[in-house]
């Protein structure tokens, strides 16, 4: 699949994603042996973002050339293992033209679900649709849910599929019956949502997501129970893309 990816199909990057979280990958190990306390991955860095660099068959790897250790790994362990520390894996390098990165916020698409995260880059903007009744809604029914801190909206337009209004969601402590709380918001206020617009949720609290980070950066919330958030450029934010390391 390796060839038919180019800036102008998503759909087969979307493709390789799928079929290597179904897959294995054979990791170069440049200390080390598999299953060994001192083994270590080989990195590579491409415009100030790591890499792990492995290849997709025994075949790849003779062409390689490689001639220290290798361990096989699964697609969806190796992304679960490499995205917390911010490494993305880089398939191939030997091959001509220097292989495929797969970027660390794709991994952790791989890794939570391709069908629950949306295809990057995102592009984040503060929403412009007038979605009135359904804020108000939402922020009456938040007054009412004491678990909740704060909530901030944004739109999102992922690569592959509808743009979507998201509420950030910051709650005081994450667990099951905080989650169940908020739900139950949720569901209070969706029919309120204008016909035919998606909306979404993120945890404020997800390190890892870019649609939080956009929101902690640049949206002031449009509720908040302690009233403590002064900060951010609030209406004015300026768009901003997620995902890749530069511009596809």
Do not use: K
Not at 34 to 52: D, I, L, N
Not at 163 to 169: C, N, R
Not at 184 to 204: E, N, S
């Amino acid at each position: 699949m390796l060839p038919r990816i180019t800036p102008d199909r998503l759909d087969a990057y979307e493709e390789l994603l799928a079929a290597l979280a179904e897959s294995q990958v054979w990791m170069l190990l440049w200390h080390g042996g598999p299953g060994e306390p001192e083994a270590q991955y080989g990195s590579v860095e491409v415009e100030g973002h790591g890499y792990a660099p492995c290849v997709t068959s025994e075949r790849e790897l003779r062409e390689s050339g490689w001639t220290r250790s290798h361990e096989v790994v699964g697609g969806r362990d190796i992304a679960a293992a490499l995205y917390p520390e911010h490494w993305g894996l880089w398939l191939n390098p030997h091959a001509p033209g220097g292989g495929l990165g797969i970027p660390w916020l794709d991994l952790r698409r791989i890794a939570g679900g391709l069908d629950r995260l949306p295809a990057g880059p995102l592009v984040i903007s503060e929403p412009s649709i007038r979605a009135d009744a359904f804020y108000e809604r939402l922020t009456l029914h938040a007054r009412r849910t004491p678990v909740l801190r704060s909530l901030r909206r944004a739109w999102v337009r992922p690569a592959v599929g509808p743009a979507y209004l998201v509420i950030g969601l910051e709650v005081d402590e994450p667990g099951e019956r905080t989650a169940r709380a908020v739900r139950h918001m949720m569901r209070q206020a969706i029919a309120a949502v204008p016909d035919g617009l998606p909306v979404g949720t993120v945890a404020m609290a997800d390190a890892f997501d870019p649609v939080a980070m956009w929101l902690r950066a640049n949206a002031r919330p449009f509720y908040d129970r302690d009233g403590i958030h002064r900060s951010g450029p609030g209406p004015a934010a300026r768009p901003h893309g997620y995902g890749y390391p530069g511009p596809y």
